[in-house]
Nanobody
Framework: QVQLQESGGGLVQAGGSLRLSCAASGRTFSRYAMGWFRQAPGNEREFVAAISWSGGSTYYPISVKGRFTISRDNAKNTVYLQMNSLKPEDTAVYYC????????????????????WGQGTQVTVSS
């Protein structure tokens, strides 16, 4: 198990950028596939990005592909979400999530597949 803590959220104008960070505790972070999800008021938590343990595989839904980039630094126990060309509809609480894959190359897109979650960080995009 790892504990996850997001940071980097805030208020930004449409078209702007933010970089979210998710710091993980524990020595096994490098075995974990990681993901980012978001939840807007009244909506279900939705998938935003995923990355394999090595960073060699990533996946995005069409809604953010080309605008968001997930990356990780296993030496720093941190995963990042670079968000560019932000839109008001990107406004949500953003959560990072992790799952121990024992160094398999898998990544996951469904929230049910993750068993470690952070507390979330608010991102607000003004028009």
């Amino acid at each position: 198990q790892v504990q996850l803590q997001e940071s980097g959220g805030g208020l930004v104008q449409a078209g702007g950028s933010l970089r979210l960070s998710c710091a993980a505790s524990g020595r096994t972070f490098s075995r974990y596939a990681m993901g980012w999800f978001r939840q807007a008021p009244g909506n279900e938590r939705e998938f935003v990005a995923a990355i394999s343990w090595s960073g060699g595989s990533t996946y995005y839904p069409i809604s953010v592909k080309g605008r968001f980039t997930i990356s990780r630094d296993n030496a720093k126990n941190t995963v990042y979400l670079q968000m560019n060309s932000l839109k008001p509809e990107d406004t949500a609480v953003y959560y990072c999530a992790g799952r121990d894959t024992s160094y398999s190359g898998r990544y996951y897109m469904r929230r049910e597949e993750y068993d470690n979650w952070g507390q979330g960080t608010q991102v607000t995009v003004s028009s």
